[in-house]
């Protein structure tokens, strides 16, 4: 397997992994390095992917046991039952349909709105970097949000 | 900052727009983790190279040597060649100095020696000394090889036969050829001059062919054809 396909693999399959590791340690930072450590151990046997017929379920598996790794790391003498553990569902397709669903909702704010909008939630910066960027003071992005927030919901309403 | 109260369904939909932001980031993590793996690998494969490049360079080093040097040493090693240089007849005037008594080395120069000078003395314009391949065969038999000759050593044979002393060409049970070669040429009570004579019609007959020797032996009182079944 060539260093581009196993790129889109773990793109495909990254938050179904991230999911399951996410259900065994409940915690997003745990869940990434669990990720991330299952994607290693992918790569160095990516010469043998080719063959495997549901790459999904190996590698929300691999995810699975990784994550169950660093759970025993953290508390070593809690048992663990991984039977308990079932594989989850694919990613559900709403989110990504939900996420389309915004965006095209957010197209419709004026230029600032949307900036300011996906660069808090989408980007998860804090209000001083925002106001860094868009050159505005933390008073005018509160408006500005505030706005944006009243323009949604009214879109939303309309759109039922 | 305080956000404004925002309704569970707007909610909803932002905080799809934060988890796919999110897992955006994380592949990004991902794909330049993957990028970071990769080049190590060439990095790796980098280091790995200059080894295979030695070995690969001593090997193709090696074959040259060996295809430089072969063939220089192809004249000596094809015996069953049918052009046979005048090596060959020196490495055969080793086995008659084996074959001379050490008492006689002090009173008479060796027989070897004064082959090898003769041999040396042989005019250089004529080249190599080429000679029949079953001749050939014969001079690689070393106790022979004093004797049963090409018509140059017949040649350096009668002519050193006068000085060498008669315990050293006198047939003996241990030297058939001699034995063989003196009974057909008859030189026991012969002289020197006419030794060399029937020695010069031998080498011609050698030479021959064995239809033309057969002829020719049919006219002739010698019988090299003796000589041949050795």
């Known amino acids: 397997m060539t260093s581009e396909v196993f790129k889109k693999m773990i793109v495909t399959y990254q938050p179904d992994m991230q999911r399951m590791a996410e259900s065994v340690l409940h915690d997003p930072y745990l869940s990434e390095d669990a990720v991330q450590e299952a994607m290693i151990q992918l790569w160095q046997q990516r010469n043998r992917l080719d063959s495997e017929r549901n790459l999904r379920a190996l590698c929300v598996t691999m995810a699975k046991r990784r994550s169950i790794d660093l759970l025993r790391k953290q508390r070593p003498f809690q048992l663990i039952d991984e039977e308990a553990l079932e594989i989850p569902e694919p990613t559900p397709n709403n989110i990504e349909e939900r996420y389309q669903k915004a965006m095209k909702i957010i197209e419709r704010l004026p230029s600032i709105q949307q900036k300011a909008l996906l660069m808090k939630y989408e980007e998860e910066k804090n209000t001083e970097e925002i106001t860094r960027e868009l050159n505005i003071s933390s008073t005018n992005l509160y408006t500005i949000l505030s706005r944006a927030y009243a323009a949604l919901r009214e879109m939303m309403k309309n759109e039922k | ?230």
């Open chain 2, 1 to 230: 900052m305080k956000d404004n109260p925002i309704d569970p369904e707007l909610q909803d939909l932002l905080a799809s727009v934060t988890e796919h932001g999110r897992n955006q980031r994380r592949q990004q993590k991902l794909l330049a983790q993957i990028d970071k793996m990769e080049a190590e690998e060439m990095r790796l494969q980098k280091k790995r190279r200059p080894l295979w490049w030695v070995a690969t360079t001593g090997i193709a080093a090696s074959m040259l040597l060996v295809l430089t040097i072969k063939p220089q040493q192809q004249p000596l090693v094809a015996h069953n060649n049918t052009s046979q240089p005048l090596r060959i007849q020196q490495t055969d005037s080793m086995a008659i100095k084996v074959n001379t008594p050490s008492s006689l080395a002090s009173s008479a120069p060796s027989v070897s020696a004064q082959a090898r000078v003769s041999m040396t003395q042989l005019p250089a314009a004529n080249g190599p000394q080429t000679m029949p391949e079953s001749n050939a065969e014969l001079l690689s038999e070393p106790t022979d090889s004093m004797i049963v000759t090409t018509p140059s050593s017949v040649e350096l044979f009668a002519d050193n036969l006068a000085d060498i002393p008669t315990d050293i060409t006198a047939p003996t049970s241990d030297r058939p050829v001699i034995k063989t070669v003196r009974a057909t040429l008859g030189t026991e009570s012969q002289s020197t001059e006419s030794l060399r004579i029937k020695n010069e019609t031998f080498a011609f007959n050698l030479a021959l062919g064995p239809k033309e020797e057969e002829e020719m032996s049919q006219n002739s009182k010698f019988k090299p054809l003796i000589v041949n079944n050795l």
